[in-house]
Nanobody, 131 residues
C-alpha cells in the first residue's frame, strides 16, 4: 500500500527557509520509477503544483512562482523526497502535500505537476510565512 508522510512544516519569517520531507512506503524509489510531486493549497484556493522529481530519470520541474527559490531532491536510500524552500514569502503560506501515482511509472517531470495525474497523497504539512 502506497503511503506518503510529509514533515518539516512550521512557522517561519519572510526570507527564511524550511526543508520539507516526504517519506514514502509501500513502494521503492529505487525500483519503482514513479514521479513525486509537491503541491500546496492555501485557504480558499485550489491545490496547485509546486515541483516534481522523477525517480526514473532524475528530471525536476518547478512552478514559476517558486523557481530559483525551491529545490526538490531525492534520497533513494532513505526512500524520501525533500523540498528545500528558501527566500520564503507570505504568499508561500499553505498546506504542502507530496503525491505519487503508479501511472507516473517511467515518466519524467516537465512543467508544473498537475493534481489529476497523482492519486496517492500524504496528509499535508502546514507552512506559515509571517513576521
Amino acid at each position: 500500500q502506497v503511503q506518503l508522510v510529509e514533515s518539516g512544516g512550521g512557522l517561519v519569517q519572510p526570507g527564511g527557509s524550511l526543508r520539507l520531507s516526504c517519506a514514502a512506503s509501500g513502494f521503492s524509489l529505487s525500483l519503482d520509477y514513479y514521479a513525486i510531486g509537491w503541491f500546496r493549497q492555501a485557504p480558499g484556493k485550489e491545490r496547485e503544483g509546486v515541483s516534481c522529481i522523477s525517480s526514473s530519470d532524475g528530471s525536476t520541474s518547478y512552478a514559476e512562482p517558486v523557481k530559483g527559490r525551491f529545490t526538490v531532491s531525492m534520497d533513494k536510500a532513505k526512500n524520501t523526497v525533500y523540498l528545500q524552500m528558501n527566500s520564503l514569502k507570505p504568499e508561500d503560506t499553505a498546506v504542502y502535500y507530496c503525491a505519487t501515482d503508479p501511472g507516473t511509472y517511467g515518466a519524467g517531470c516537465y512543467g508544473s505537476p498537475t493534481v489529476v495525474a497523482f492519486g496517492n497523497w500524504g496528509q499535508g504539512t502546514q507552512v506559515t510565512v509571517s513576521s
